[in-house]
């Protein structure tokens, strides 16, 4: 159980110049709901936990997004990283 973990999420719709989320590369071409994602995963120093999903195909404009499809991998991260696995 993540008592007291803290959690966030980041969606980059997206990434130019370069410039990326913080954190290491755990995932490539991740399908989520009809979207496909690199994920990133980062551990602050303050603690908590940091994920990040960044779309694959960059687009101007999201709509219909339902980040509720998100959680479950987000989730999964944060407890594989509580555990030490």
Same mark, same amino acid.
């Given at each position: 159980?993540?008592?007291? &973990?803290?959690? %966030? #999420?980041?969606?980059? &719709?997206?990434? %130019?110049? %370069?410039? @990326?989320?913080?954190?290491? *590369?755990?995932?490539?071409? #991740?399908?989520?709901?009809?979207?496909?994602?690199?994920?990133?995963?980062? *551990?602050?120093?303050?603690?908590?936990?940091?994920?990040?999903?960044?779309?694959?195909?960059?687009?101007?404009?999201?709509? %219909?997004?339902?980040? &509720?499809?998100? #959680?479950?991998?987000?989730?999964?991260?944060?407890? @594989?990283?509580?555990?030490?696995?």
């Amino acid at each position: 159980m993540m008592t007291g &973990a803290r959690l %966030g #999420v980041v969606l980059v &719709a997206a990434a %130019g110049g %370069g410039v @990326r989320p913080a954190g290491t *590369q755990v995932a490539t071409d #991740v399908a989520i709901d009809g979207r496909t994602y690199d994920v990133l995963d980062d *551990q602050p120093s303050s603690g908590g936990n940091l994920v990040a999903y960044v779309l694959t195909s960059p687009v101007a404009a999201v709509r %219909g997004l339902d980040v &509720a499809g998100l #959680v479950p991998d987000t989730v999964a991260a944060a407890t @594989r990283n509580l555990s030490g696995t």
